[in-house]
Every structure is written in structure tokens, then in C-alpha cells.
């Protein structure tokens, strides 16, 4: 798999910038309840995160415009605009930017589309701090997202064509197809082992495996 030559030094610059200044990234949180901005400030900012919080759409599109941000956590319910359609002009704007969706409510359908759209992972609320903490720290260390490992170089690309062609399966969370060589991780349940076309696919699955089964 091939990755631009733009996107990756965008790849470079987010790695550089975690690993210079693991600390101090900035954080912009995009939601109406002021509540839960306030909350969210806090949180972050007691792990040495910088935060910067807006509540709506409009605006975060224009601080990212304005501004460099190293992850995004995103309010799926915006006044202004849907939290999803910001998600895709974030992602089309920068592709390597990660960002993690919050909702109020637990609906599949929208998962799915932020699945699709990029998302790095996907919160209910009210949820865990210690799993959102994990999910930005994880997500500033590996910005890249479901791409994990190194570039295979022009041999091994060429040795392993065959074999991806004939091992695709699909991503039980988002019904995408996915090759196991270049999945984003792999889960085991009742003796299957499912591979996932993000991580946060894998975390919704293993939330709730059932649900993303044929006994489900």
C-alpha cells in the first residue's frame, strides 16, 4: 500500500511533533454542551494536553483552517452543522488527522459513517475517561491510523499481490472489505478471528462482538 508523498510528510510532521512534544499537542474539542467542553478542557489539560474548545461546526472548521491541531474529538450533534459532514471536510482537508466522534446516542448507522469518514474511535456518552485519555494517546502516537507497519518495499509488494488478492474478508463492524496484511488489528471470538478496517472498529467490536456476528 502506497501512501502520497503530501499525506506522508503530514505523517512525519504529526510524529515529530509527538515525539518532540508528547505533552503539549494540541487538542480542539468540538461540542455545544458547554459542560461538556469544560469537562473535556480539564481532562486534558491534567495530562499535559494544550486544549482549545468551540461549539460549533463552523468554527472548528475555521481553528483548523487557522490553526494546527494534533487530534480532534468531535461532537456528532452540532446546532449548525452535522457532526458527520464536519468529520468528512476535516478528513478531505487532511487525511491524517485524527479524530474521535462523541454522540448522546448509541446508533449504529451513524458509527458506521464516521467508521467510514475516518474516524479513529467512537464514544457514547457518557464515557470513560480513561479509554478517551487511551484513545488520544494512541491516536497522537499513530496518526496514520489502520495503515500499521512499515511500506512493503517494491518486492515484497509484488510477492504478496497474489496473496492479498485471494485473503480478503470483511470488516464485521463497518462491512467494508479488508486484506489481513493490512488491516488496522484482529479480534478473536468463539474461535473466528475477524480483521478491521480502523481501530476503532475493533473497539466497537470488541465492546460488543455479539452484535457484529451472525449469532448477534
Not at 122 to 133: D, E, G, Q, R
Not at 179 to 187: D, E, L, Y
Request: hydrophobic share 35%; with cysteine.
Amino acid at each position: 500500500m502506497r501512501i502520497e508523498p503530501n499525506r506522508r510528510n503530514r505523517l512525519e510532521e504529526r510524529k515529530v511533533d509527538a515525539q518532540m512534544n508528547p505533552g503539549a499537542m494540541r487538542v480542539l474539542i468540538v461540542d455545544d454542551d458547554e459542560d461538556i467542553r469544560r469537562a473535556l478542557h480539564d481532562l486534558l489539560e491534567s495530562q499535559h494536553y494544550m486544549a482549545k474548545s468551540v461549539g460549533t461546526g463552523v468554527q472548528a472548521l475555521e481553528q483548523v483552517r487557522d490553526q494546527r491541531f494534533g487530534i480532534i474529538i468531535l461532537d456528532l450533534e452540532l446546532p449548525d452543522v452535522n457532526g458527520l459532514e464536519v468529520l468528512r471536510r476535516l478528513k478531505e482537508g487532511d487525511p491524517t488527522l485524527p479524530i474521535i466522534m462523541l454522540t448522546a446516542t448509541s446508533n449504529d448507522a451513524d458509527k458506521t459513517a464516521a467508521l467510514h469518514y475516518g474516524a479513529r474511535a467512537f464514544f457514547t456518552k457518557p464515557y470513560s475517561s480513561h479509554a478517551l485519555i487511551s484513545a488520544v494517546s494512541e491516536a497522537i502516537r499513530r496518526p496514520e491510523g489502520s495503515w500499521v507497519g512499515p511500506l512493503p518495499d517494491p518486492v515484497r509488494e509484488k510477492a504478496t499481490m497474489s496473496l492479498e488478492a485471494s485473503a480478503k474478508t470483511i470488516d464485521p463492524v463497518c462491512r467494508m472489505e479488508v486484506i489481513p496484511f493490512q488491516s488496522a488489528g484482529k479480534s478473536e471470538h468463539e474461535g473466528h478471528i475477524y480483521y478491521f478496517c480502523t481501530p476503532a472498529c475493533k473497539q466497537l467490536f470488541e465492546q460488543s462482538p455479539r452484535r457484529y456476528t451472525d449469532k448477534g
